[in-house]
C-alpha cells in the first residue's frame, strides 16, 4: 500500500499562490489515482481536486476550479496541487489521498496522508 506525505502549506495573502506536493512511497505510485480533499474548522472534509493514474483526466470541485491544478509526476512518485488566487475561504488543512481509481479517490480514498495547514489572510 501506497504512504503519503504532503508538504508546501503555509500562510499566504489573499490573491496569492501555493503548491502543495504529495510524496507517495513505494513503486506503484503510478497505479494509484490521486486526489486531494480540505477540511476548515468545525467542517467535513471535502473533495477539491482528483487526477487519473497516467494524469489524462481530472475532476475538481466547483469552488476550486478555474483556480486550483492538479497535476503528476510519476517518475518522481508526487502529485502537485497548484493554487492561484487564494481566497480566505481556502483556509483549512489540505489532504493527499490514493485509490485505484479516479472515481473511488474523488469520494472513498483508501489512503491518506496526513495533512497540510493552508491559511489565507485576507
Known amino acids: 500500500q501506497v504512504q503519503l506525505v504532503e508538504s508546501g502549506g503555509g500562510l499566504v495573502q489573499a490573491g496569492g499562490s501555493l503548491r502543495l506536493s504529495c510524496a507517495a512511497s513505494g513503486r506503484t505510485f503510478s497505479s494509484y489515482a490521486m486526489g486531494w480533499f480540505r477540511q476548515a474548522p468545525g467542517k467535513e472534509r471535502d473533495f477539491v481536486a482528483a487526477i487519473s493514474r497516467s494524469g489524462g483526466d481530472t475532476i475538481y470541485s466547483d469552488s476550486v476550479k478555474g483556480r486550483f491544478t492538479i497535476s503528476r509526476d510519476n517518475a518522481k512518485n508526487t502529485a502537485y496541487l497548484q493554487m492561484n488566487s487564494l481566497k480566505s475561504e481556502d483556509t483549512a488543512v489540505y489532504y493527499c489521498?490514493?485509490?485505484?481509481?479516479?472515481?473511488?479517490?474523488?469520494?472513498?480514498?483508501?489512503?491518506w496522508g496526513q495533512g497540510t495547514q493552508v491559511t489565507v489572510s485576507s
Open positions: 489521498a490514493a485509490a485505484k481509481a479516479i472515481v473511488v479517490v474523488s469520494t472513498t480514498p483508501t489512503t
